[in-house]
């Protein structure tokens, strides 16, 4: 009776525990539903008649992104916008470039886990846990590592190698969305007051000043 007991128990609790553990992308009605291009209007799906082969493509991720800026990194997207035939599917990509001693700014995707891979290059990653931990997990990557990011929070990646950094990263969205930590708090439209800069950073109001003309 007892080692019933107890199994009835594991049982609801294995039962209990895959509930929880267990969730899945929302599944599709259609094979696809490939957007008309935003100018033609809203986002219906095209007649499957008028759909070929071309509306499943994109064409030129063999082409480095341009590091030449503050930040020396550069992403390709290939999310919807550039490839409709992704639209509904949860699924897109990305080619990042990084040059040396550049970074990939902290930032988070709202909508999509990142799954990356260093196709060049060596990469120092990292994500932040949400409070009150800030629990911070930081990895170097060589060529063929993989590195996963969870859905939303903070990441970043720095090249510290001599040579250019090259990685592909897959998103479990059509439309991850990129919250950039800096652009959003210092570059804000219209500007966040400095009083509550101030406070919320714990900084002084030139200093604030001064980061806000740099976004
Ligand atoms: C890269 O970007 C910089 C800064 O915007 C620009 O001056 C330069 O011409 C670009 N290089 C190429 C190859 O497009």
Same mark, same amino acid.
Request: glycine share 8%; aromatic share 8%.
């Given at each position: 009776?007892?080692?019933?007991?107890?199994?009835?128990?594991?049982?609801?609790?294995? *039962?209990?525990?895959?509930?929880?553990?267990?969730?899945?992308?929302? +599944?599709?009605?259609?094979?696809?539903?490939?957007?008309?291009?935003? *100018? =033609?209007? +809203?986002?219906?799906? @095209?007649?499957? /008649?008028?759909?070929?082969? #071309?509306? !499943? !493509?994109? +064409?030129?991720?063999?082409?480095?992104?341009?590091?030449?800026?503050?930040?020396?990194? /550069?992403?390709?997207?290939? !999310?919807?916008? =550039?490839?409709?035939?992704?639209? $509904?599917?949860?699924? %897109?990509?990305?080619?990042?470039?990084?040059?040396?001693?550049?970074?990939?700014?902290?930032?988070?995707?709202?909508?999509?886990?990142?799954?990356?891979?260093?196709?060049?290059? $060596?990469?120092?990653?990292?994500?932040?846990? +949400?409070?009150?931990?800030?629990?911070?997990?930081?990895?170097?990557?060589? /060529?063929?590592?993989?590195?996963?990011?969870?859905?939303?929070?903070?990441?970043?990646?720095? #090249?510290?190698?001599?040579?250019?950094?090259?990685?592909?990263?897959?998103? %479990? *969205?059509? #439309?991850?969305?990129?919250?950039?930590?800096? &652009?959003?708090?210092?570059?804000?439209?219209?500007?966040?007051? &400095?009083?509550?800069?101030? @406070?919320?950073? =714990?900084?002084?109001?030139?200093?604030?000043?001064?980061? =806000? %003309?740099? !976004?």
């Amino acid at each position: 009776m007892a080692i019933n007991l107890s199994l009835l128990l594991s049982v609801l609790l294995l *039962s209990l525990s895959l509930s929880v553990v267990f969730a899945a992308d929302p +599944s599709t009605l259609l094979d696809f539903c490939v957007t008309a291009p935003i *100018s =033609q209007g +809203s986002p219906v799906c @095209k007649d499957p /008649k008028h759909v070929d082969a #071309n509306d !499943f !493509f994109f +064409s030129g991720l063999h082409t480095a992104g341009n590091t030449t800026n503050p930040a020396g990194s /550069k992403v390709t997207p290939v !999310f919807a916008s =550039q490839l409709p035939g992704l639209n $509904t599917l949860g699924i %897109s990509l990305a080619r990042i470039d990084i040059a040396p001693w550049g970074v990939n700014p902290p930032h988070s995707h709202p909508r999509a886990t990142e799954i990356l891979t260093v196709l060049e290059g $060596t990469l120092e990653v990292g994500f932040i846990t +949400s409070n009150p931990e800030n629990r911070h997990f930081t990895k170097v990557l060589q /060529k063929g590592d993989v590195f996963v990011f969870p859905i939303g929070l903070i990441h970043y990646q720095r #090249n510290i190698g001599y040579g250019n950094v090259v990685a592909i990263a897959a998103l %479990s *969205s059509q #439309n991850p969305g990129a919250i950039t930590i800096g &652009n959003a708090v210092f570059g804000a439209t219209p500007e966040i007051s &400095n009083e509550v800069l101030v @406070k919320a950073f =714990q900084m002084d109001r030139t200093v604030i000043n001064y980061l =806000q %003309s740099k !976004f």
